[in-house]
């Protein structure tokens, strides 16, 4: 079953290694001069390059609940109701619980976005509220673990991973996050997905 494949390639050694990881990524980012960067990249970039990141940025929604959504129709056309139900539970509270934690967060530190402070970086896509840590980042994050939770293979985690860090990057390169941001909503979603795991391959049919 994916969760016993799951406790083999993934275990709780690999994953406080990786929030240290990007722990210590965080702290490097943060003293360096994060604006310029987010100038370079404005500089750089054409209007049709910016239309398809912001495509990309919003396809959040699409994905993290789109994706559960096409798993749980399968499951009710086929004989897996039930077990194809807890990965639509799983993958719904792992987004959702990422994203009422990335927004207690949001009003706890109130930063304010790089547009906001710097008058050279422009707002090129929706960034309501405060900055720190990404939502769109976090939501993505933790979609793309609890589908790789559920199905621990390459042909899941690269183009989910992949998609998530492209989700992270438009989110910098659209002037309305911080790469500190950005890695804090890693940290956040991947957290939240592995966590809720632990319970729900102890609570349910998924651990058996």
Same mark, same amino acid.
């Given at each position: 079953?994916?969760?016993?494949?799951?406790?083999?390639?993934?275990?709780?050694?690999?994953?406080?290694?990786?929030?240290?990881?990007?722990?210590?990524?965080?702290?490097?980012?943060?003293?360096?001069?994060?604006?310029?960067?987010?100038?370079?990249?404005?500089?750089?970039?054409?209007?049709?390059?910016?239309?398809?990141?912001?495509?990309?940025?919003?396809?959040?929604?699409?994905?993290?609940?789109?994706?559960?959504?096409?798993?749980?129709?399968?499951?009710?056309?086929?004989?897996?109701?039930?077990? $194809?139900?807890?990965?639509?539970?799983?993958?719904?509270?792992?987004?959702?619980?990422?994203?009422?934690?990335?927004?207690?967060?949001?009003?706890?530190?109130?930063?304010?976005?790089?547009?906001?402070?710097?008058?050279?970086?422009?707002?090129?896509?929706?960034?309501?509220?405060?900055?720190?840590?990404?939502?769109? $980042?976090?939501?993505?994050?933790?979609?793309?673990?609890?589908?790789?939770?559920?199905?621990?293979?390459?042909?899941?985690?690269?183009?989910?991973?992949?998609?998530?860090?492209?989700?992270?990057?438009?989110?910098?390169?659209?002037?309305?996050?911080?790469?500190?941001?950005?890695?804090?909503?890693?940290?956040?979603?991947?957290?939240?997905?592995?966590?809720?795991?632990?319970?729900?391959?102890?609570?349910?049919?998924?651990?058996?």
């Amino acid at each position: 079953m994916a969760s016993s494949s799951v406790k083999q390639i993934i275990s709780w050694s690999q994953f406080i290694g990786l929030l240290v990881v990007l722990a210590i990524a965080m702290i490097t980012v943060s003293a360096l001069p994060q604006l310029d960067f987010i100038f370079w990249l404005q500089q750089t970039g054409s209007p049709t390059e910016v239309k398809i990141l912001q495509f990309f940025s919003d396809s959040i929604t699409l994905f993290s609940l789109g994706i559960p959504t096409a798993i749980a129709i399968r499951g009710e056309l086929k004989s897996e109701k039930k077990r $194809t139900r807890l990965y639509f539970l799983f993958i719904g509270l792992s987004v959702g619980i990422a994203g009422l934690v990335s927004y207690i967060i949001k009003k706890i530190f109130s930063a304010l976005r790089p547009y906001e402070v710097d008058v050279r970086i422009m707002q090129w896509s929706v960034g309501g509220g405060y900055s720190f840590p990404s939502g769109h $980042t976090t939501e993505a994050f933790a979609a793309a673990t609890a589908l790789t939770l559920l199905f621990p293979t390459w042909k899941v985690a690269l183009p989910a991973f992949s998609w998530a860090l492209l989700i992270a990057y438009t989110r910098v390169h659209l002037g309305v996050h911080f790469p500190f941001d950005v890695l804090g909503g890693m940290i956040l979603g991947i957290s939240s997905a592995y966590l809720l795991h632990t319970i729900f391959i102890r609570k349910t049919e998924l651990g058996r």
